[in-house]
């Protein structure tokens, strides 16, 4: 059974930093990695997919990279704004997608 | 498109009651996945539909629960009888199974059981 683990569960950190949010895997058959987006009370938004035959996509500010060998992917955020505060979450794809429990960033101005 | 799209998009009903959710995936999206998210749980897969049918329906947590797929623009989910800790939010996703597109996740349905 897959099982998807998000570290921090929670993070704060000031307005411009740079930051790393992980995600870790057991099972490497995946046909992808999404990353998304949850705003409190909100549905999820699609921030990243990343196939499983690449390493890493990125938009804007987001990078994500993938090593699906180890079972890990990263989210990278650039210069972090207050807005990007939410909860991020990312599932991985075999068939259904698993989702960890998300890493809540606050970005305090 | 309109993305997904879910009605209601908040439900209050007693204990007992019959609920159902419904949703309209995006067009030429060939699977559809009903979630249920609690602050206990997280987010968790009920089942998911591909092409109409029901391919993996091992996270409905009760017989009480089932869903159906009449056709590719429309699937319900029903809770009978509904029970208070069916509170939850209740997501709504699809996507092309064959192809890189990503999941394409609704508002979400807010159910309460009172």
């Known amino acids: 059974k897959q099982e998807v683990t998000q570290i921090p569960a929670a993070l704060s950190v000031p307005e411009g930093e740079n930051l790393v949010l992980n995600c870790s895997f057991t099972?490497?058959?995946?046909?992808?990695l999404q990353w998304f987006r949850q705003d409190h009370g909100k549905g999820l938004t699609s921030l990243l997919l990343i196939q499983s035959s690449q390493r890493e996509q990125t938009s804007g500010r987001l990078n994500a990279s993938l090593d699906k060998s180890s079972g890990r992917s990263t989210l990278y955020i650039a210069a972090s704004q207050p807005g990007d505060s939410a909860t991020y979450l990312c599932?991985?794809?075999?068939?259904?997608?698993?989702f960890g429990d998300g890493t809540t960033l606050t970005v305090k101005p | 498109d309109a993305g997904v799209i879910q009605s209601p998009r908040h439900e209050v009903t007693e204990m007992g009651q019959e609920v159902t959710l419904r949703c309209k995936p995006i067009s030429g999206h060939n699977s559809l996945f009903w979630y249920r998210q609690t602050m206990m749980r997280g987010l968790e897969l009920l089942i998911y539909?591909?092409?109409?049918?029901?391919?993996?329906d091992s996270g409905m947590p009760e017989d009480r629960f089932s869903a159906k797929m009449p056709n590719a623009s429309f699937s319900t989910l029903k809770i009978q009888p509904s029970e208070p800790r069916d509170s939850a939010v209740y997501f709504c996703?699809?996507?092309?199974?064959?192809?890189?597109?990503?999941?394409?996740f609704g508002s979400g349905t807010r159910l309460t059981v009172v």
């Open positions: 599932a991985v794809r075999a068939g259904k997608s698993t």
């Open positions: 099972d490497s058959a995946i046909y992808n």
């Open positions: 539909f591909n092409n109409n049918v029901p391919i993996d």
């Open positions: 996703a699809s996507s092309f199974s064959s192809g890189p597109t990503d999941d394409t």
